[in-house]
């Protein structure tokens, strides 16, 4: 099929999403909320830890809001004029913002329901602004789903159907808007203006079905059945189709013709080559540099495979004409262990639809056609980096370069919490040992290949406040590692347990009682020891895992941990000890993005950001909402080039290659949105047309030609 013909069938797609309402149409006229303009009345105005006051922000009025840092979410509250807004019609809430202050702010801007808790009865959105920089926050509307009530489901994020209290914010009933920043260590100086609601809300079409015909409603595809959507497939025909459309497509668009081998700037400088990626700083900027010596940007998407297995236990009348029941897909029954949710703890039954799909796509030789299309798709669609959580398999077909995940199990700090699980202790013999021996495992695989940027160890770990891991390791046994190495430090500074009392307001009766308690000290009388501490936390982490992945990988980057909740003492020392600082950022830019002051200078790389939308048959954005799949593609555009504009971004990385199942993942119920191609391995053309848009012009971008 030729190039034309596909041109003709994407626009005949984007047609019959307009008649189904699931493109934004034009906006319309914008309501504004409000403008502080003469008779605004400051007593809608309710603050925490704030001040508010009426000012000029050029030639309109504003609002300003200075913050202090007593309270874990300083801000200003602003009421609607009458009890309530029905802002039904818009898509979001947007609003200017200039930060007045003299430090970098992350801005939170919540649209509230009566009962909003921070987690439900609102949406949230956050902007990243440098002092001096202005900016536009937006608020996109998450809304209840529009299915029968009735109908109780579980094991996921998003449903498509009515859930008791699961996502229950109705734009028709917004009482506030609160503008905060969270659990700040400064104060905050901002300026608000023009708040309105904008966007053209029009309901996808749902297939009209009551509560006792719902079921089965996911059909052998692992598509929603209720709804239907341009790209949908209905027959085991249609993805045969779609791989010859696809086929002429990257034919036409084989790549960038400026890239070289690894995707490097070939038509820029030609820096020192040493046959294996490396970090400079040209020009003022951060880039990576590719084994040939040329200028690098690492654009590229995470989990390069075609897993989407989700839980079918318990779940036996949600499915019609299961394919797990047939001998051709029985090898994709399998079994997962949940951490969170309804299977928590549980290890239940799984099927893989993506692979199912890639059967009946692909063939028999299925697994070395997904592995040979995922290669030609990305370096076609501008993107030039494998990147965490991929197929290795895939990886070392040396075709694209790629980023190598290290994984490995060792003691916790028993006090510690987090999301992902405790901390592990990097006291621990056992610590090192372990890592060790995860590393060995990529000798004659990853480990000296030229194609393998780096390596990330960890991910997403939970680094708390600037004296969180201290107090856990003080909440530890006595024989936890990092709380004898806590109490070593207070020998040495201390000698006398009565010097230590005096300075905390404790009674402990020796050092070997301090070594037994595990009530935490109070937080402003050993402050400055429990940061301390902290940062040493930090730092033997950071040079531990470095020294054991040079060891082994002398020739790669050290590309960190993936901070997304850190305090300032974790990205010093990532900052100290890494070759590239890596951050997960689900925002709408990370343009602002910079590590603390007095870190060392050094470059990021963003390991996972993500834009979902609710118009192609899934129950969850993921974790930053858009509109439309034309949003999504808006904001993709705007994230990276913002990414390519900074000094210190050397790469923007996508999570994921293929949508989240639309029952949920086995792990943790997530069902997102946020694939670069859905669950029949179908591309999304709005996103892949924003991509290469972006890709094609990277360096261009990169260097301000364009």
Not at 666 to 676: K, R, T
Request: charged share 25%.
């Amino acid at each position: 099929m030729n190039e034309r013909r596909l041109s003709c069938r994407i626009l005949a797609a984007v047609s019959l999403m307009l008649a189904a309402g699931l493109v934004a149409r034009s906006a319309g006229a914008d309501e504004v909320l409000f403008d502080f303009g003469p008779g605004f009345d400051m007593a809608q105005v309710e603050t925490t830890d704030a001040k508010a006051a009426l000012a000029k922000a050029g030639d309109h009025a504003a609002l300003t809001v200075t913050t202090g840092h007593k309270e874990d979410w300083p801000g200003a509250a602003l009421k609607a004029p009458k009890g309530t807004w029905d802002l039904s019609k818009f898509e979001y809430v947007l609003a200017d913002v200039r930060n007045t202050g003299t430090a970098p702010v992350k801005l939170h801007l919540r649209v509230d329901n009566t009962g909003a808790n921070g987690n439900n009865h609102c949406v949230t959105g956050i902007l990243d602004l440098k002092p001096g920089e202005t900016g536009t926050l937006r608020v996109a509307f998450v809304r209840m789903p529009a299915g029968p009530a009735g109908v109780k489901l579980f094991g996921m994020r998003g449903y498509p159907v009515p859930q008791d209290d699961k996502f229950t914010f109705d734009p028709a009933k917004i009482t506030q808007l609160l503008v905060f920043v969270a659990k700040p260590t400064a104060d905050h100086a901002v300026e608000l203006s023009n708040i309105r609601a904008g966007g053209a809300f029009v309901a996808p079409k749902e297939v009209a079905v009551d509560a006792a015909k719902f079921f089965p409603f996911i059909d052998a595809f692992g598509q929603y059945i209720h709804r239907d959507w341009p790209g949908k497939v209905h027959a085991a025909s249609d993805l045969e189709d779609a791989r010859k459309e696809e086929a002429a497509d990257l034919r036409a668009k084989p790549g960038p013709k400026n890239w070289d081998t690894y995707g490097g700037w070939k038509d820029g400088p030609t820096l020192k080559a040493t046959g294996f990626f490396r970090t400079e700083k040209y020009e003022g900027k951060w880039w990576l540099v590719d084994p040939e010596g040329r200028l690098f940007f690492s654009h590229g998407t995470d989990c390069v495979d075609t897993r989407v297995d989700t839980p079918i236990e318990d779940r036996t009348t949600w499915f019609r004409d299961f394919p797990g029941d047939l001998p051709e897909f029985k090898a994709l029954l399998g079994t997962s262990h949940a951490i969170k949710g309804y299977y928590t703890d549980r290890t239940m039954r799984t099927f893989d639809f993506g692979r199912a799909n890639a059967v009946r796509k692909y063939g028999k030789d299925w697994k070395q056609a997904e592995a040979e299309i995922a290669h030609r798709r990305l370096r076609s669609w501008g993107m030039n980096t494998i990147a965490n959580w991929s197929d290795a398999n895939i990886c070392l077909l040396h075709k694209t370069p790629y980023t190598a995940t290290i994984h490995f199990s060792s003691k916790a700090i028993k006090g510690s919490q987090g999301y992902w699980g405790q901390f592990k202790d990097p006291f621990e013999p056992e610590f090192a040992a372990n890592l060790g021996a995860s590393m060995a495992r990529e000798k004659g695989g990853s480990a000296g290949d030229p194609w393998c940027l780096g390596y990330f160890v960890d991910n997403e770990m939970s680094w708390g406040d600037g004296t969180a891991l201290a107090t856990a390791a003080l909440a530890s046994p006595p024989e936890q590692a990092a709380k004898k190495a806590f109490m070593e430090d207070l020998k040495a500074k201390y000698g006398d347990i009565e010097k230590l009392n005096a300075a905390w307001g404790t009674a402990h009766a020796s050092w070997d009682a301090l070594g037994q308690a595990t009530a935490p000290p109070d937080k402003k009388k050993a402050d400055d020891d429990l940061g301390a501490f902290t940062s040493r936390i930090a730092e033997q982490y950071f040079k531990i895992v470095r020294d054991v992945v040079k060891e082994v990988a002398p020739n790669q980057l050290y590309l960190g941990c993936r901070f997304a909740w850190v305090n300032d003492q974790a990205a010093r020392a990532g900052a100290k000890f890494c070759d590239v600082v890596s951050y997960n950022r689900y925002e709408r830019s990370v343009a602002a993005l910079r590590l603390p002051e007095g870190a060392e200078d050094k470059p990021l790389v963003i390991g996972e950001f993500h834009f979902g939308a609710l118009d192609r048959g899934m129950f969850h954005t993921g974790l930053v909402h858009c509109s439309s799949q034309a949003d999504r593609a808006a904001a993709y555009k705007a994230y990276v080039r913002g990414a390519l504009e900074s000094p210190v971004l050397v790469g923007t990385h996508w999570f994921k290659y293929q949508d989240e199942p639309v029952l949920g993942r086995p792990l943790d119920e997530e069902n997102y949105q946020i694939g670069l191609v859905d669950v029949c391995d179908t591309p999304y053309p709005e996103t892949i047309e924003a991509v290469r848009d972006v890709g094609y012009n990277l360096y261009k971008i990169r260097t301000g030609a364009k």
